[in-house]
């Protein structure tokens, strides 16, 4: 009998493995009748990315205050790493362990290259390859495993359960744990700091 439980905790273990590139999104609207009904819900894959991130949107606005779309999927709009000028960014991040060699390896400021001209003006240069800034504000949950934020002369550890709010401030998301961290982001666009 112990066997048999140990047999089926393991296939549950792999089983969630399997699923953790996936997050269920379930979005809501108004039907031609007024009513509330689901117009998605489905497993949005994560999709690799640079530097061995996984990340998928969930859903992007373009304007404020915010519209609805009771037709179109959002997620499918085009932003980079801030959000759109007046808009939103709904995101998971999926966060793999990042070794000593590899960390050694990155180009200097790499992310924040990536951000472009649209980062404010305002903060220190980076200090970290994986540091950036953006020009919002930032909500941020850890659901799963442990990373460090890294700011401008300090680092902040974070685990599951704890939450952020970044104000458009020097960070960099580094994990040096041994699991893959996943965290959910909510980006405003937000006025220059």
């Known amino acids: 009998m112990l066997r048999m439980i140990r047999l089926i905790a393991v296939a549950c273990m792999v089983g969630s493995a399997a699923d953790a590139s996936e997050i269920r999104r379930v979005v809501t609207g108004l039907d ?24 998928t949107n969930l859903w992007v606005t373009n304007s404020y205050p915010l519209g609805f779309s009771f037709k179109d999927d959002t997620a499918s709009i085009p932003v980079g790493i801030s959000p759109l000028d007046n808009g939103t960014k709904f995101r998971v991040v999926e966060f793999p362990p990042l070794d000593a060699a590899t960390e050694a390896k990155m180009e200097p400021g790499a992310l924040m290259k990536a951000v472009g001209p649209v980062a404010p003006a305002r903060g220190r240069p980076v200090i ?16 799963s495993g442990e990373i460090d934020m890294v700011l401008d002369e300090s680092i902040v550890h974070l685990r599951s359960g704890d939450t952020i709010v970044q104000q458009a ?25």
């Open 32 to 55: 031609a009748d007024n009513k509330a009904v689901v117009l998605f819900d489905s497993q949005m894959p994560l999709q690799a990315g640079p530097l061995g991130l996984k990340a």
């Open 128 to 143: 970290h390859p994986l540091m950036h800034r953006t020009r919002s504000v930032d909500y941020a949950v850890v659901l």
């Open 169 to 193: 401030t020097n960070h960099a998301w580094v994990n040096h744990g041994t699991e893959t961290c996943r965290i959910l982001f909510v980006l405003m666009d937000s006025k220059q700091p």
